[in-house]
């Protein structure tokens, strides 16, 4: 299938994709994604030489999606498990909802961490999300409904995108394949209206687990509405318990569909939109970041697309960027824009090649942040002071929606120097995004809604949370400045938050519920921790160094002694993470303090990270 003949380059039946896989067992399956495997030069036993390629072509082609090679190098790393699973287990489906994602372990070999996202799992889910579909959708369209898959580098994601795909086609619906591509991408596919390229689609599923260890991956769920919320996530979970269930008591067998499969280079759609939006932006002018120096570090996740289809395209130079090859086992660094380690690895590249801007991705694209020509780092805080600063040019008075644990200083740079208004909401990106969208829906216009965790959406796009994207919106600045005669490089968006004041100490400290303690008294760890949160609420009240935020949507918020601290519960965790932000270390401790006062009582709450940082 070398030429790519139109936009679809492949288009199989899936009955006949069943029948290949048949030939190959699970053990070879397991082989192909094991983490060890990156060390074993040969994978022995007779189902790998069937293939006629070796393991470490496997690994590469899982890695790039086999470049749409040919069916056969396809399906042979998705061994269907029909007639090999002997039993299955049974499966606490709703253990696998973290919020409006669903994450699980994908790969066997970490102590203590089973394999959960196996493939009749996963075949189950990708079938309940097809029925949520066809109850959503039936009654307004007359055409078979079709669902885009895509994946990032993950070395499970083969595996994953076969079983989501058997899944879906067994609820007789399309599967369109795109292999390596980003999350936002996926949203994307069901906006598009292009039938060369089967868009747009009525569902989207992205495979990641965004930055977390290379053993675990999860689902993402789109339509042209947006991301799916929580509840929608366990409607779809309690639908595949009960597709589960049915493996179950009638054996894990794969049936014949009549749905085909199809593979579209969807990225490609994807990335010229992104060259087009920063072209318009800079006056039509075909090549605006013409010898501009920009790296990206994609940290081998799905995000080395941004070097060469989006900024070579805009005429910017990309020599020195780094772990663009998508790695599952992510050797480098964690693709997580605010990890230190990873931010280091950008920040180093730049200042090492001297280049204008650095650009960072997660694994799945959704979050980003960038370093000036300096070094000087623009993600949390920073990045949103950023972002505020072009959204307010362009909306003067708009509000800006961002997570709770950002910053007194942000506040005062959005209100104070922007003329904007901050509403500083709950963790979690989905809250934000959705909280921005009520506000409009009120009559309070927001045009942005963003997280420290870089994850950020604007109106104007949908309100998609694309860290590419909001690198678009950066790099507009920098051609719109060159096209306009106003300087060159970074300097035009340090410069835009040159006054957003920055505490000199932040600390995060994570007090764990232990939810075994007979302190719970037989309560959920949430319960626990709000009782929690009111104690401390009370306590606060009566002391008169400290005054309790205003205006405040998650757990407990205080300022004093310069600074701010919160406390909240973890969303999805038996964790209070307590954020403390002060003039100096010295008032930290005095605001940490205060907090281990009032929490002192509660037995099952672990606050050895709080008693060692107030230590004297
Ligand atoms: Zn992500």
Same mark, same amino acid.
């Given at each position: 299938?070398?030429?790519?003949?139109?936009?679809?380059?492949?288009?199989?039946?899936?009955?006949?994709?069943?029948?290949?896989?048949?030939?190959?067992?699970?053990?070879?399956? $397991?082989?192909?994604?094991?983490?060890?495997?990156?060390?074993?030069?040969? *994978?022995?036993?007779?189902? *790998?030489?069937?293939?006629?390629?070796?393991?470490?072509?496997?690994?590469?082609?899982?890695?790039?999606?086999?470049?749409?090679?040919?069916? *056969?190098?396809?399906?042979?790393?998705?061994?269907?498990?029909?007639?090999?699973?002997? %039993?299955?287990?049974?499966?606490?489906?709703?253990?696998?909802?973290?919020?409006?994602?669903?994450?699980?372990?994908?790969?066997?070999?970490?102590?203590?961490?089973?394999?959960?996202?196996?493939?009749?799992?996963?075949?189950?889910?990708?079938?309940?999300?097809?029925?949520?579909?066809?109850?959503?959708?039936?009654?307004?369209?007359?055409?078979?409904?079709?669902?885009?898959?895509?994946?990032? %580098? $993950?070395?499970?994601?083969?595996?994953?995108?076969?079983?989501?795909? $058997?899944?879906?086609?067994?609820?007789?619906?399309?599967?369109?394949?795109?292999?390596?591509?980003?999350?936002?991408?996926?949203?994307?596919?069901?906006?598009?209206?292009?039938?060369?390229?089967?868009?747009?689609?009525?569902?989207?599923?992205?495979?990641?687990?965004?930055?977390?260890?290379?053993?675990?991956?999860?689902?993402?769920?789109?339509?042209?509405?947006?991301?799916?919320?929580?509840?929608?996530?366990?409607?779809?979970?309690?639908?595949?318990? =009960?597709?589960?269930?049915?493996?179950?008591?009638?054996?894990?067998?794969?049936?014949?569909?009549?749905?085909?499969?199809?593979?579209?280079?969807?990225? %490609?759609?994807?990335?010229?939109?992104?060259?087009?939006?920063?072209?318009?932006?800079?006056?039509?002018?075909?090549?605006?970041?013409?010898?501009? /120096?920009?790296?990206?570090?994609?940290?081998?996740?799905?995000?080395?697309?941004?070097?060469?289809?989006?900024?070579? /395209? *805009?005429?910017?130079?990309?020599?020195?960027?780094?772990?663009?090859?998508?790695?599952?086992?992510?050797?480098?660094?964690?693709?997580?824009?605010?990890?230190?380690?990873?931010?280091?690895?950008?920040?180093?590249?730049?200042?090492?090649?001297?280049?204008?801007?650095?650009?960072?991705?997660?694994?799945?694209?959704?979050?980003?942040?960038?370093?000036?020509?300096?070094?000087?780092?623009?993600?949390?805080?920073?990045?949103?002071?950023?972002m505020?600063?072009?959204v307010?040019?362009?909306?003067?008075?708009?509000?800006?929606?961002?997570?709770?644990?950002?910053?007194?200083?942000?506040? %005062?740079?959005?209100?104070?120097?922007?003329?904007?208004?901050? /509403? $500083?909401?709950?963790?979690?990106?989905?809250?934000?995004?959705?909280?921005?969208?009520?506000? =409009?829906?009120?009559?309070?216009?927001?045009h942005l809604a963003?997280?420290?965790?870089?994850?950020g959406a604007l109106k104007e796009n949908h309100w998609l949370?694309d860290?590419?994207y909001l690198?678009?919106k950066?790099?507009?600045?920098?051609?719109?400045?060159?096209?306009?005669?106003?300087?060159?490089?970074?300097?035009?968006?340090?410069?835009?938050?040159?006054?957003?004041?920055?505490?000199?100490?932040?600390?995060?400290?994570?007090?764990?519920?232990?939810?075994? /303690?007979?302190?719970?008294?037989?309560?959920?760890?949430?319960?626990?921790? +709000?009782?929690?949160?009111?104690?401390?609420?009370?306590?606060?009240?009566?002391?008169?160094?400290?005054?309790?935020?205003?205006?405040?949507?998650?757990?407990?918020?205080?300022?004093?002694?310069?600074?701010?601290?919160?406390?909240?519960?973890?969303?999805?965790?038996?964790?209070?993470?307590?954020?403390?932000?002060?003039?100096?270390?010295?008032?930290?401790?005095?605001?940490?303090?205060?907090?281990?006062?009032?929490?002192? +009582?509660?037995?099952?709450?672990?606050?050895?990270?709080?008693?060692?940082?107030?230590?004297?």
């Open positions: 299938m070398a030429a790519m003949s139109g936009k679809i380059v492949q288009n199989v039946f899936i009955a006949q994709f069943y029948q290949q896989n048949r030939q190959f067992g699970t053990q070879y399956q $397991r082989d192909s994604c094991a983490p060890y495997m990156r060390t074993l030069p040969h *994978l022995n036993g007779g189902k *790998l030489a069937r293939t006629g390629i070796s393991s470490m072509q496997v690994r590469d082609l899982s890695k790039y999606q086999s470049g749409f090679v040919n069916l *056969l190098t396809v399906n042979c790393n998705a061994a269907s498990s029909a007639t090999t699973v002997p %039993s299955l287990d049974k499966v606490d489906f709703l253990k696998l909802q973290n919020g409006s994602d669903i994450r699980g372990v994908a790969v066997a070999g970490v102590e203590g961490e089973p394999v959960s996202l196996t493939e009749p799992v996963t075949e189950a889910i990708a079938a309940a999300f097809a029925a949520w579909l066809l109850d959503k959708k039936k009654a307004d369209t007359s055409r078979q409904l079709r669902v885009s898959i895509g994946h990032d %580098s $993950r070395i499970s994601a083969q595996l994953l995108q076969d079983a989501v795909s $058997r899944g879906i086609a067994s609820a007789g619906l399309d599967v369109v394949q795109y292999g390596l591509a980003s999350t936002p991408a996926m949203f994307n596919s069901t906006l598009t209206k292009d039938d060369a390229f089967l868009c747009p689609v009525d569902g989207a599923i992205m495979i990641t687990a965004s930055h977390l260890p290379y053993n675990r991956n999860g689902f993402k769920f789109f339509t042209n509405a947006g991301g799916l919320g929580k509840t929608d996530i366990k409607d779809i979970l309690e639908r595949a318990a =009960n597709i589960y269930s049915i493996f179950l008591a009638e054996g894990y067998s794969v049936k014949k569909a009549s749905a085909s499969l199809k593979k579209v280079d969807y990225m %490609s759609v994807y990335t010229s939109d992104l060259v087009k939006a920063v072209r318009k932006a800079a006056g039509n002018i075909e090549k605006p970041l013409d010898g501009f /120096h920009i790296i990206v570090d994609a940290g081998n996740g799905a995000g080395g697309f941004f070097a060469a289809k989006v900024l070579e /395209h *805009l005429g910017a130079i990309t020599a020195g960027s780094q772990f663009l090859e998508p790695d599952g086992m992510f050797p480098n660094h964690i693709p997580n824009p605010e990890d230190k380690a990873a931010m280091k690895a950008i920040t180093q590249a730049v200042l090492d090649n001297k280049a204008d801007l650095g650009i960072i991705f997660d694994t799945d694209v959704d979050r980003s942040a960038a370093v000036d020509s300096t070094g000087r780092e623009l993600n949390r805080n920073r990045l949103i002071a950023l505020s600063a072009i307010l040019e362009e909306h003067p008075g708009t509000t800006i929606v961002t997570d709770s644990v950002t910053s007194d200083g942000l506040t %005062s740079f959005i209100e104070k120097k922007l003329g904007g208004k901050h /509403h $500083r909401f709950k963790r979690g990106y989905k809250n934000v995004i959705d909280e921005a969208i009520r506000l =409009n829906s009120v009559g309070k216009e927001s963003i997280e420290t965790s870089g994850h949370d860290g590419a690198m678009v950066l790099l507009n600045k920098l051609a719109s400045a060159r096209a306009s005669g106003r300087g060159d490089g970074s300097k035009v968006l340090t410069d835009l938050v040159d006054s957003l004041e920055e505490p000199a100490f932040a600390v995060e400290l994570r007090l764990k519920i232990n939810q075994s /303690h007979p302190d719970l008294k037989g309560g959920s760890f949430r319960d626990y921790g +709000e009782v929690v949160l009111k104690h401390l609420d009370n306590h606060i009240a009566s002391d008169p160094k400290l005054q309790k935020a205003p205006v405040n949507y998650e757990g407990v918020r205080v300022s004093g002694y310069g600074g701010w601290f919160l406390l909240r519960l973890s969303l999805h965790d038996p964790v209070l993470p307590l954020n403390i932000e002060t003039p100096s270390h010295e008032d930290a401790v005095k605001l940490g303090l205060e907090v281990a006062a009032a929490v002192k +009582e509660f037995q099952a709450l672990d606050t050895s990270a709080l008693d060692k940082f107030v230590q004297p």
